[in-house]
């Protein structure tokens, strides 16, 4: 027991933690044998240290520190519970296994019939334009044919025949109407030269004043062919003579070939 | 039972209620006591927030049968801010994984009563203040500075069996007076 009183006498500078090196690790030595009057006796003075802390000037922290603890262990406390949250495999039902099958399957089905009627309707939809469009060009034909039969049956429409440079060769027919436009028409035309066209000048009765350009065409195979011109380049009062010259595909500004086929308006 | 008996167990559920209840309840203690031994608000708090993230991942390390509560955290947290003092000060006497360990038993004697913070701290207060300065400053400086009694004795420069004296003494009389006026 003289060894335990030594030992007891120090218990309190061991809980403050004022023991010198020595003193201390002798007393842990001591403690470490099991002496459960010693173990009592510290753990007695840790608790009478303890109520040091009241002699410290109480403060408050800041509220920013509380914030970042309970941000903290809100996080971790959720983190802990996610795994409990799911279900085990076991606990849920065939049914509702069947069920989400079911809608999986039914989901994916949906997803592919939308697909499908999603592309019906975008072909539709194409078709529809395709008919307008045709649509659109045949009563754009139709109006030109209206146009060109006015120009052709009309009395008040001027007839102009375009005489060949080869006089044995075809003549083209002209019908000028003043308010509807000009057609011209050939038949056993031969076909202009590989990458060349036919082109029509309006031949201005100021002298001096270029031939106007008008539009192009080329025969079908039977060296037939309608041009219209809806609206001419001149009045037929300031134009002296129509005429055809063979002219490089695409046209030209200026006649770059003498004319195969002219005739004076009259 | 005190409420912290309740809300410590509480916390083995990860009850955050709970944490934030303790929180509210101790933390000016607690900041108050590491503050002493810092000196340094942002420290303070950062060790503030060790000692109450230990609290709540190790509260099973807790046990209410062997002691109240508030000796323990304190306890706790009264050696953390002591090993960063000895960090700072590069003053490393212990083991460097020291600042992980919890807080052994600390129990409460026979004499103990259970008392509101408040007039406990009057308490204790007014014991130390019945100490004579020698003995005052030398626990002061072994309790908020963590010096040995060599360490003190070459502080005050007073020889070691004097300060020895002072700090047995003078923690003796701080537990006769709790006894007396339990």
């Given at each position: 027991?003289?060894?335990?009183?030594?030992?007891?006498?120090?218990?309190?500078?061991?809980?403050?933690?004022?023991?010198?090196?020595?003193?201390?690790?002798?007393?842990?030595?001591?403690?470490?044998?099991?002496?459960?009057?010693?173990?009592?006796?510290?753990?007695?003075?840790?608790?009478?240290?303890?109520?040091?802390?009241?002699?410290?000037?109480?403060?408050?922290?800041?509220?920013?520190l509380?914030?970042?603890?309970?941000?903290?262990?809100?996080?971790?406390?959720q983190?802990?519970?996610?795994?409990?949250?799911?279900?085990?495999k076991?606990?849920?039902?065939?049914?509702?296994?069947?069920?989400?099958?079911?809608?999986?399957v039914?989901s994916?089905?949906?997803?592919?019939?939308?697909?499908?009627?999603?592309?019906?309707i975008?072909?539709?939809?194409?078709?529809?334009a395709?008919?307008?469009?045709?649509?659109?060009?045949?009563?754009?034909?139709?109006?030109?044919?209206?146009?060109?039969?006015?120009?052709?049956?009309?009395?008040?429409?001027?007839?102009?025949?375009?005489?060949?440079?080869?006089?044995?060769?075809?003549?083209?027919?002209?019908?000028?109407?003043?308010?509807?436009?000009?057609?011209?028409?050939?038949?056993?035309?031969?076909?202009?030269?590989?990458?060349?066209?036919?082109?029509?000048?309006?031949?201005?009765?100021?002298?001096?004043?270029?031939?106007?350009?008008?539009?192009?065409?080329?025969?079908?195979?039977?060296?037939?062919?309608?041009?219209?011109?809806?609206?001419?380049?001149?009045?037929?009062?300031?134009?002296?003579?129509?005429?055809?010259?063979?002219?490089?595909?695409?046209g030209?500004?200026?006649?770059?070939?003498?004319?195969?086929?002219?005739?004076?308006?009259? | 039972?005190?409420p912290?008996?309740?809300?410590?167990?509480r916390?083995?559920?990860?009850?955050?209620?709970?944490?934030?209840?303790?929180?509210?309840?101790?933390?000016?203690?607690?900041?108050?006591?590491?503050?002493?031994?810092?000196q340094?608000?942002?420290?303070?708090?950062?060790?503030?927030?060790?000692?109450f993230?230990?609290?709540?991942?190790?509260?099973?390390?807790?046990?209410?049968?062997r002691?109240?509560?508030?000796?323990?955290?304190?306890?706790?947290?009264?050696?953390?801010?002591?090993d960063?003092?000895?960090?700072?000060?590069?003053?490393?006497?212990?083991?460097?994984?020291?600042?992980d360990?919890?807080?052994?038993?600390?129990?409460?004697?026979?004499?103990?009563?259970?008392?509101?913070?408040?007039?406990?701290?009057?308490?204790?207060?007014?014991?130390?203040?019945?100490?004579?300065?020698?003995?005052?400053?030398?626990?002061?400086?072994?309790?908020?500075?963590?010096?040995?009694?060599?360490?003190?004795?070459?502080?005050?420069?007073?020889?070691?069996?004097?300060?020895?004296?002072?700090?047995?003494?003078?923690?003796?009389?701080?537990?006769?007076?709790?006894?007396?006026?339990?």
């Open positions: 027991m003289k060894n335990c009183d030594q030992f007891r006498e120090r218990t309190e500078a061991y809980a403050l933690g004022a023991l010198d090196p020595e003193e201390r690790v002798a007393l842990e030595v001591h403690l470490a044998s099991g002496c459960p009057e010693c173990t009592k006796a510290v753990e007695e003075a840790r608790w009478l240290i303890s109520q040091l802390a009241y002699t410290a000037p109480e403060a408050a922290p800041s509220d920013m509380k914030g970042r603890l309970l941000q903290t262990v809100r996080a971790e406390a983190s802990q519970a996610k795994p409990h949250a799911l279900p085990s076991s606990a849920i039902p065939f049914w509702l296994l069947a069920g989400v099958a079911a809608l999986v039914f994916i089905y949906s997803a592919w019939n939308t697909r499908r009627l999603h592309d019906e975008r072909e539709a939809n194409n078709r529809a395709d008919l307008v469009q045709q649509r659109q060009k045949i009563e754009q034909e139709l109006l030109l044919a209206k146009r060109e039969a006015t120009i052709l049956m009309d009395p008040g429409s001027v007839n102009i025949a375009l005489k060949g440079s080869d006089a044995q060769g075809p003549q083209l027919k002209a019908k000028w109407h003043s308010e509807w436009g000009v057609v011209v028409m050939g038949e056993n035309i031969p076909m202009p030269s590989p990458h060349h066209v036919l082109q029509l000048w309006f031949i201005p009765k100021a002298p001096g004043k270029m031939p106007m350009p008008s539009m192009m065409v080329r025969p079908d195979a039977n060296g037939r062919f309608v041009l219209l011109v809806s609206s001419p380049p001149e009045s037929m009062d300031a134009t002296k003579a129509l005429a055809i010259s063979e002219e490089p595909e695409g030209s500004p200026w006649p770059t070939n003498p004319p195969r086929y002219s005739g004076g308006v009259s | 039972m005190s912290d008996a309740t809300l410590v167990p916390l083995l559920q990860k009850d955050v209620s709970a944490f934030e209840q303790l929180y509210d309840r101790h933390s000016r203690l607690v900041y108050g006591l590491v503050l002493r031994i810092l340094q608000a942002s420290i303070s708090e950062e060790v503030v927030q060790e000692v993230l230990q609290l709540w991942r190790n509260a099973d390390q807790y046990d209410p049968s002691g109240p509560f508030v000796p323990w955290l304190c306890t706790m947290a009264r050696n953390r801010a002591l960063r003092l000895r960090l700072k000060s590069e003053r490393q006497r212990r083991r460097e994984d020291q600042p360990e919890l807080p052994s038993a600390v129990v409460a004697p026979e004499y103990e009563k259970v008392l509101d913070d408040k007039r406990r701290a009057e308490r204790v207060r007014a014991l130390m203040a019945s100490l004579s300065p020698q003995q005052k400053k030398a626990i002061e400086l072994a309790y908020f500075e963590g010096l040995s009694h060599s360490e003190i004795a070459a502080a005050l420069e007073e020889p070691l069996g004097t300060v020895k004296s002072w700090i047995r003494n003078g923690l003796l009389r701080l537990k006769e007076g709790l006894q007396a006026t339990s």
